[in-house]
């Protein structure tokens, strides 16, 4: 971007008449004649120019594809070129692959058939403000790239912001899809019980262990009646309402909801703790309702074991939070945050509000009074069966389609190794692709490093260490102030150094910053104009962020 120079470091000038094009040196050499054959070919084979190249992708890595075999391959991006986006980093990595003919105006690419690698490294929340203001902590960065980092523009509008790793990981927008409302074949749709988050997924979403049960005092497990008579899996929707005490979050009221739409089971709850927020606009709870309440957690917890089923599935949006305020460990839930897709790629979980407008439509937490947990339980129990019943892709976003970057490389004879918290690796991979599951970033960078000398052509990876810092503050410049900054950057300067020792000669590494999730909002009593540029300044400055970019030779 414009200025990027004179804030990072000044680079080497780039004098475009002495860099090799793409394909000047082989263009000369071949001619007319040859230009001609190869066409001729093509029409003889009744193949477009898009198959032959895709027939011949193997052997582009000849010394014939290359501007000068003799020369290392060599990637420059322009300086002052303007704003490049998120999107544009995925074409100069299909490029450098040999995917794709023209290179990307703001760069240059030499001799791009010597490279058969590319290995992009995520970095959440790596803005440009920080680096600029905190580079000397990261000397590692300064030597690897001298000529520091290029400015991008991350996807979103002006109060929103879209996971910057899906414009990379997919290779076009997604589109509508017949499929996204539901298949017509009902022999393939799944039973209910398949629709259960798996171990790992849970792990992932941060729903509580079994082990919690025994290393904390005050967890249960929930067993259930085995008195109780019951289908295979019958379902029960459990939605509560939280208050802010002195020690957390801590339940003030639940709602169970049974598969016939009956509300089986509905009580206030004496919290443990003083109560410093009855967060009543949401909760609906005051201090009038709670005063004469006697019910503990631990009664509700009991009589929950007492009036469900052992093979109870428990159904819920976003259910972890209910469980961790329960201090209930259950192994069989069904989370319509994660059977349904929010339409905005990445790791958005879609609201409740949202997904019961846009599939029931129906108007739901629309009181002054505050939400009621019997009408959130009801609306999950409404989704699943319509789940069921429409079978798994219905309310999904279209996975595992052309407009996946994993499939095309997969088009393509290549594979991808992703590297990412479990959700975020299975939605994107696809095809020849491997999906690996990393929980923390030291696990990342093990995995990543051990897999550079794989066979594999493209290599993800996400590293999360700023993220907490970030989601604690309201602004890019709040984190300046956190004690917590300057380490997580050494940390993150030492694994890039660790990375980029282990990529193998000639691999093209490109390291981005972004932001996969909305910023904190901050508390503010102004208009809703006010609050609407407040918001737009904020989302302005993390969708900024930054891309270095060097070929290991």
């Known amino acids: 971007s414009s200025g990027i120079n004179a804030e990072y470091g000044e680079g080497n000038s780039v004098d475009i008449s002495e860099t090799s094009t793409i394909s000047g ?19 003889k084979k009744g193949l477009s120019k898009g198959d032959l190249n895709r ?57 791009r058939g010597a490279g058969h690698k590319v290995c992009v490294v995520m970095i959440e929340a790596l803005y440009p403000f920080i680096y600029k203001t905190m580079s000397l902590q990261m000397p590692n960065f300064t030597a690897l790239f001298p000529d520091g980092p290029t400015e991008i523009q991350n996807p979103g509008n002006e109060l929103y912001v879209t996971p910057a790793g899906s414009a990379i990981l997919e290779k076009e927008p997604r589109k509508k899809s017949n499929d996204a409302r539901g298949g017509k074949d009902e022999d393939t749709r799944p039973p209910v019980q398949d629709y259960m988050l798996l171990p790992e997924i849970m792990l992932a979403h941060e ?23 019951a289908k295979q899996y019958p379902l029960y929707a459990i939605d509560c309402e939280m208050c802010k005490t002195a020690e957390g979050s801590e339940v003030t009221q639940i709602a169970i909801v049974d598969e016939s739409f009956n509300c089986i089971y509905k009580t206030y709850i004496k919290p443990a ?19 004469d309440v006697t019910t503990t957690l631990s009664d509700v917890v009991k009589h929950m074991n007492d009036i469900l089923p052992t093979q109870a599935i ?26 349904y897709s929010s339409g905005k790629g990445g ?34 129990m409404r989704l699943v069966k319509l789940k069921v019943k429409k079978g798994p892709k219905f309310g999904m976003t279209p996975a595992g389609n052309d407009n996946s ?9 290549m594979t991808g190794v992703f590297i990412d918290k479990p959700i975020v690796a299975q939605q994107h991979c696809h095809g020849l692709a491997q999906a690996i599951p990393a929980t ?39 984190m300046v102030n956190s004690p917590d900054l300057v380490p997580a950057l050494k940390y993150l300067d030492e694994a890039v150094h660790r990375i980029y020792t282990a990529l193998p000669a000639d691999t093209l590494l490109m390291i981005f910053s972004g932001c996969s999730g909305f910023w904190r909002k901050p508390e503010f009593n102004g208009s809703d104009e006010a609050m609407k540029k407040l918001m737009a300044n904020i989302v302005a400055q993390v969708r900024r962020g930054l891309v270095f970019v060097k070929v290991k030779n």
């Open 55 to 111: 027939s011949a992708m193997k052997p582009r890595r000849t010394s014939e594809t290359l501007d000068n075999p003799f020369e290392p391959c060599d990637v420059t991006l322009l300086k002052n070129f303007g704003d490049i986006t998120t999107k544009d980093l995925q074409a100069l990595a299909l490029h450098y692959l040999g995917c794709t003919k023209n290179c990307p105006e703001w760069c240059m690419v030499s001799n």
């Open 25 to 43: 040196t082989l263009k000369d050499s071949l001619g007319n004649k040859g230009e001609m054959s190869r066409k001729n070919k093509r029409k």
């Open 273 to 291: 703790n003083p109560i410093v927020d009855y967060v009543t606009a949401y909760s609906g709870i005051t201090e009038d309702i709670l005063r």
């Open 347 to 380: 790791s958005f979980k879609p609201g409740l509000r949202y997904l019961a407008m846009k599939f029931l439509k129906a108007k739901i937490q629309d009181s002054a009074n505050g939400h009621d947990p019997s009408e959130d339980a009801m609306t999950c």
């Open 440 to 478: 923390t970033d030291d696990a990342a960078i093990d995995t990543l490093v051990r897999r550079l000398s794989a066979k594999s052509e493209f290599h993800w990876t996400h590293l999360y260490r700023l993220e907490p810092i970030y989601r604690s503050c309201t602004t890019v410049h709040d």
């Open 405 to 413: 970057l994993s499939v095309y490389l997969t088009k393509q004879n």
């Open 314 to 339: 428990f159904v819920g949006h976003s259910l972890e939070n209910d469980l961790k305020a329960l201090k209930l460990f259950h192994d069989k839930v069904i989370d319509t945050a994660t059977i």
């Open 207 to 229: 729903y509580p262990s079994e082990d919690i049960v025994n290393r904390e005092a005050g967890w249960r497990r929930f067993t259930g009646n085995i008195m109780v008579k």
